[in-house]
């Protein structure tokens, strides 16, 4: 989805940057509403500039308005789930070594099985442990899940109950 977002007056169409959200810094500045559209920890593309008129900003120097368009969130996958183009469940790593470059990408504070599309494979990564992992760009999925209401009423689930012939 394209929007019009403050963006560094440097960016050229093209440029990806991930969002880090609002800084106490940003407090007092007219431009800080708009900045707070971006959604934390998303890659987004710079799709061209639309305003001339360039804003103080005490994060970045000056910025433009811009057309950006979010890509999707930077994240590790296994191996065997990296297919671009497909949708798949997603379970953050249980890795408990904090001290690996790779480890917040490996443990995305989503939950448990979430549905992610994955847009881009990047590249594969060195795993300390010696884990397949590829570093890809995904977007999560909303997924209408099963309740239990839908199962007793013979919806979403096999049977007239909801169980396995």
Not at 23 to 52: A, S
Not at 113 to 141: D, N, T
């Amino acid at each position: 989805m394209k929007k019009v977002l403050p963006v560094p007056k440097e960016f050229k169409p093209g440029d990806r940057f991930v969002a880090v959200g609002t800084l106490p810094l940003c407090e007092g500045c007219m431009l800080k509403e708009r900045c707070e559209e971006y959604k934390r920890g998303w890659i987004y593309e710079v799709k061209g500039k639309v305003g001339l008129v360039e804003h103080d900003c005490k994060v970045h120097g000056k910025v433009v308005m811009g057309e950006v368009e979010e890509v999707g969130i930077p994240l590790i996958l296994p191996k065997r789930l990296a297919i671009e183009g497909a949708t798949v469940e997603y379970t953050p790593s249980k890795c408990t070594n904090k001290k690996c470059p790779h480890w917040r990408d490996c443990t995305a504070p989503w939950g448990e099985r979430v549905k992610v599309k994955v847009r881009e494979v990047l590249e594969e990564v060195q795993c300390p442990l010696g884990l397949p992992l590829v570093r890809v760009i995904g977007v999560p999925v909303e997924v209408k899940r099963r309740t239990r209401r839908n199962i007793k009423k013979g919806k979403g689930g096999h049977g007239k109950r909801g169980l396995a012939p």
